[in-house]
């Protein structure tokens, strides 16, 4: 008899966790609820978004010191171009380092208004790889950007979309991290492009587990992804059923990562939504097994 699809694999994969900052209490004890769930895991880095045009700059700041300072976990501060001059980003950076943060994923960022497109501040940087520069100016960050598997809305082509890429990453970013897709092949194809085009930093998939269709229609619209048929197929009569849409979306995205395993990935980027249950079932599916041990003790060994 064969061993069933995920039975042999052995757990040997590091992931990262994003949250966003919380609205109010209520929304807090969700994202703390769900922090302490996935910490076990280990993840190498949790990072906390920044809304679009610095609108949740001091709730960012508030979140990612309390992660650091109630768990240890490695945080990354998500830090953007939008509405703001250098002055202004200078002091949000330094503000991150005085806080303990060490990495920061520098984003261009986008308008407060969706459809708007990105103008610069007249005294700000004018790219994420303008920011990127800047930030090394600042202080010794690691610094994550994004990558597009199914291109920027903005770029021109694919091909224009990695020179950006490698621009980012030439200006002093460690790493990607890629916005979500759906298709194993298109994020493979786009890592086979970034390495012909002599980009070796590490490029870590965006994965989002998907239990909502219509708040992730939401997302992909505004991002340039792509919904297979297939997959909306397979929640189709479950609007009823959210216990049934997380099963479902659980055997999804842990099948695309046993797809992208196969394909030597060994780094994977979950888009919590501020929930455990969905990632924390996929990482159960690739082997991964919680380490219960203090993490704030062992910081601090």
């Given at each position: 008899?064969?061993?069933?699809?995920?039975?042999?694999l052995p757990g040997?994969?590091?992931?990262s966790f994003e949250?966003?900052?919380?609205?109010?209490?209520?929304?807090?004890?969700?994202?703390?609820?769900?922090?302490?769930?996935?910490?076990?895991?280990?993840?190498?880095?949790?990072?906390?978004?920044?809304?679009?045009?610095?609108?949740?700059?001091?709730?960012?700041?508030?979140?990612?010191?309390?992660?650091?300072?109630?768990?240890?976990?490695?945080?990354?501060?998500?830090?953007?171009?939008?509405?703001?001059?250098?002055?202004?980003?200078?002091?949000?950076?330094?503000?991150?380092?005085?806080?303990?943060?060490?990495?920061?994923?520098?984003?261009?960022?986008?308008?407060?208004?969706?459809?708007?497109?990105?103008?610069?501040?007249?005294?700000?940087?004018?790219?994420?790889?303008?920011?990127?520069?800047?930030?090394?100016?600042?202080?010794?960050?690691?610094?994550?950007?994004?990558?597009?598997p199914e291109t920027?809305?903005?770029?021109?082509?694919?091909?224009?979309?990695?020179?950006?890429?490698?621009?980012?990453?030439?200006?002093?970013?460690?790493?990607?991290?890629?916005?979500?897709?759906?298709?194993?092949?298109?994020?493979?194809?786009?890592?086979?492009?970034?390495?012909?085009?002599?980009?070796?930093?590490?490029?870590?998939?965006?994965?989002?587990?998907?239990?909502?269709?219509?708040?992730?229609?939401?997302?992909?619209?505004?991002?340039?992804?792509?919904?297979?048929?297939?997959?909306?197929?397979?929640?189709?009569?479950?609007?009823?059923?959210?216990?049934?849409?997380?099963?479902?979306?659980?055997?999804?995205?842990?099948?695309?990562?046993?797809?992208?395993?196969?394909?030597?990935?060994?780094?994977?980027?979950?888009?919590?939504?501020?929930?455990?249950?969905?990632?924390?079932?996929?990482?159960?599916?690739?082997?991964?097994?919680?380490?219960?041990?203090?993490?704030?003790?062992?910081?601090?060994?």
């Amino acid at each position: 008899m064969s061993k069933p699809l995920f039975a042999s694999l052995p757990g040997d994969i590091d992931v990262s966790f994003e949250f966003f900052p919380p609205k109010n209490d209520k929304s807090e004890e969700q994202l703390w609820d769900t922090v302490l769930a996935l910490a076990p895991l280990r993840p190498d880095f949790v990072s906390v978004t920044y809304g679009a045009g610095g609108s949740t700059r001091d709730r960012t700041h508030g979140t990612v010191a309390r992660i650091i300072r109630e768990t240890g976990l490695p945080t990354a501060a998500h830090l953007t171009c939008v509405d703001a001059s250098r002055d202004e980003i200078r002091e949000v950076a330094e503000g991150f380092w005085n806080a303990g943060v060490r990495h920061i994923v520098a984003l261009r960022g986008d308008p407060p208004t969706m459809g708007d497109r990105f103008v610069p501040h007249p005294d700000g940087y004018a790219s994420a790889a303008d920011l990127v520069a800047g930030l090394k100016d600042i202080a010794p960050f690691d610094i994550s950007v994004a990558a597009y598997p199914e291109t920027h809305p903005e770029a021109q082509d694919p091909q224009a979309d990695i020179d950006n890429l490698k621009r980012k990453l030439d200006a002093g970013a460690s790493r990607a991290i890629t916005q979500f897709f759906f298709a194993p092949e298109k994020f493979l194809r786009f890592r086979d492009l970034a390495a012909a085009q002599g980009i070796d930093a590490p490029i870590l998939p965006g994965i989002l587990p998907v239990s909502n269709v219509a708040q992730t229609r939401k997302f992909a619209d505004a991002c340039g992804a792509e919904i297979p048929k297939w997959m909306e197929e397979l929640f189709e009569g479950l609007d009823n059923r959210p216990e049934s849409r997380k099963l479902v979306a659980a055997t999804i995205a842990a099948e695309m990562c046993r797809s992208l395993y196969a394909e030597g990935v060994r780094d994977f980027h979950f888009y919590t939504l501020n929930r455990a249950e969905l990632s924390y079932a996929v990482c159960h599916l690739l082997g991964m097994r919680p380490r219960e041990a203090a993490l704030v003790q062992e910081n601090a060994a």
